[in-house]
């Protein structure tokens, strides 16, 4: 069997997905506006402990608390108005504090430090529970990621106990806001395997879109991932967060979900990451998804 072959058959075996990637355009790097500014009319920007700064070396006092995993900076520009922030030593309730790299950020009590964004992804398995503690000591997808790095990260959003994929994990609290925030609207795409064949009617509704308890519910996109097959693997394509959106949509119809893998999630996919195993964003996936829209 030559290798052309042998992909067809691989594909065959764990199913095409191709039709949900969105193929990249032609053409060179995108531009950006003011890209010929001379630098005399706009600061220059340099890398500094993973983020960019002013080249005066200060950074926001919203972005230094982002930066140190407490929450994003539209939470922090709160935190510093209700006066719970100081810096060495005083109270700042002023938006738009500068503070330098050697300034004693402190927040409840404890000095925060800078640390360097990390961005990395986890193939996680069934059995897992998506939180950082557990009091009933069940195994956390924190046990799979713990000497992934020294900064303490945390899970972006929530897969329940028995659905596997895509998991993101970061100590950027911009990043994971914008990420998990319904307005933003997050594409995601799901392997679903039922426990019978989902008919042509069903089908329908779930393409058109239907009721559900708490609202009406239309995904984007939907297909069968075989075609000659039972049917009863079903590709679909949503950018709705709601709790178990995924489930409930086919349970609503009477049909059991038996195996649900997120294959995609704001366009970074499991590539590479066998289950249970992470890895570290590239430089590219983490630019895309800083381009996602505020």
């Not at 994971?176 to 679903?192: N, Q, S």
């Not at 709790?243 to 349970?251: G, T």
Request: charged share 35%; glycine share 10%; net charge positive.
């Amino acid at each position: 069997m030559d290798k052309k072959q042998q992909g067809g058959e691989k594909r065959k075996r764990h199913g095409d997905y191709s039709s949900f990637y969105q193929k990249p355009k032609k053409g060179g790097k995108k531009k950006f506006s003011g890209a010929k500014e001379k630098k005399s009319e706009k600061p220059e920007k340099v890398r500094d402990g993973g983020y960019r700064r002013e080249d005066d070396g200060l950074i926001r006092l919203n972005k230094y608390l982002a930066d140190a995993g407490v929450c994003s900076r539209r939470e922090a520009d709160k935190l510093i108005a209700s006066g719970v922030v100081k810096v060495n030593g005083k109270t700042i309730t002023e938006l738009g504090t500068k503070v330098s790299p050697s300034d004693k950020v402190v927040y409840g009590g404890q000095a925060l430090r800078r640390e360097k964004l990390r961005y990395l992804v986890l193939n996680k398995p069934k059995d897992f529970i998506t939180t950082t503690d557990d009091p009933y000591e069940r195994k956390t997808v924190m046990g799979l990621v713990d000497k992934a790095c020294p900064e303490r990260i945390y899970p972006v959003g929530r897969l329940d106990r028995g659905t596997t994929g895509v998991l993101l994990f970061t100590n950027d609290g911009d990043m994971a806001k914008k990420l998990t925030h319904p307005r933003h609207g997050i594409r995601k795409i799901y392997h679903v395997v039922l426990n019978k064949q989902l008919t042509k009617a069903d089908f329908d509704k779930i393409s058109t879109g239907m009721e559900l308890d708490d609202g009406p519910i239309k995904v984007d996109k939907i297909s069968w991932i075989e075609e000659g097959k039972m049917k009863k693997e079903v590709g679909l394509e949503l950018h709705s967060g709601r709790n178990r959106i995924v489930r409930r949509i086919f349970e609503s119809l009477g049909y059991k979900v038996i195996r649900l893998d997120r294959v995609v999630f704001a366009g970074i996919t499991k590539k590479d990451t066998p289950r249970g195993k992470w890895r570290m964003l590239s430089d590219t996936e983490v630019n895309m998804l800083k381009r996602l829209p505020k």
